[in-house]
């Protein structure tokens, strides 16, 4: 560097950005095991409501709906509910009972042990 000229040296530049990378690489997988960690609590919520509706479509009429989509039909939910590790809200696998009305709501995103009845 000239004398009196001020600024960094590309050295100095490169230790920096040394530096940022390797804090990015402690910091980025406990970021990312949240996040995915934060979409599998919104799907636990989503499944619930979508099992709430229906236990109040069953209170009501005695019986469970047919599709997921007259929950919404009828004013149980505004609508099915997104799956947020998918993006799809057609993903949603149904329970039926002998009468082949929908009696649970489950997703294959889920783990096993987070889609028992609760």
């Not at 509706?53 to 009429?61: F, G, P, T, V, Y």
């Amino acid at each position: 560097m000239r004398s009196g000229e001020k600024g960094f040296t590309l050295i100095e530049l490169l230790v920096v950005m040394a530096i940022i990378a390797t804090l990015m690489t402690l910091v980025a997988p406990r970021f990312f095991s949240q996040t995915e960690r934060a979409r599998i609590v919104v799907l636990q919520h989503n499944r619930n409501a979508l099992r709430s509706a229906i236990a109040a479509w069953r209170h009501d009429r005695l019986s469970g709906p047919e599709r997921l989509e007259e929950l919404v039909e009828q004013g149980y939910l505004f609508d099915i509910p997104l799956d947020p590790v998918t993006q799809r809200r057609d993903n949603w696998q149904v329970k039926r009972d002998e009468n082949d009305q929908i009696v649970d709501v489950s997703s294959p995103s889920l783990p096993e042990q987070d889609n028992e009845e609760e």
